[in-house]
């Protein structure tokens, strides 16, 4: 149920695009144990002029690789949080080349009835989900 909105610079392949979001997926499914359909990604691809992410000091040498990564989620515990992004990180630098230094993170929480999945309704209020 978790929706997951990357931003990206523009020039990844559809293949590249495609390998981010099933790697970043399986991490997810694992991370925060939800079943392997709850699957709603979106990705938005940016020219360079549109996106200035600074490292806030850190030290970060961020890249043309860079990704946010909006995580749109039921609240969460700090320790599924922290394991979401270690397990998204370590796969994407293992899988899909994308050093540590540009994967950065942000989490939104919401609740049950700000989900309608269709037809106008909160299914997980009205209790089809």
Not at 22 to 41: F, I, N, S
Request: charge should be negative; aromatic fraction near 8%; proline fraction near 3%.
């Amino acid at each position: 149920m978790p929706l997951f909105k990357f931003d990206v610079l523009e020039g990844r392949t559809d293949e590249q695009l495609r390998q981010l979001l099933d790697v970043t997926h399986v991490a997810m499914v694992e991370a925060l144990e939800v079943p392997e359909l709850d699957r709603y990604q979106v990705v938005n691809q940016h020219k360079p002029a549109e996106m200035v992410i600074h490292d806030t000091g850190l030290g970060f040498t961020r890249s043309k690789n860079f990704v946010l990564i909006t995580i749109i989620s039921n609240k969460r515990t700090p320790e599924k949080k922290q394991k979401l992004y270690q397990l998204v990180t370590e796969r994407l630098e293992a899988e899909c080349g994308i050093s540590k230094d540009d994967v950065m993170f942000s989490m939104v929480e919401n609740t049950d009835v700000d989900w309608s999945f269709g037809h106008g309704e909160a299914q997980f209020i009205t209790g089809k989900l």
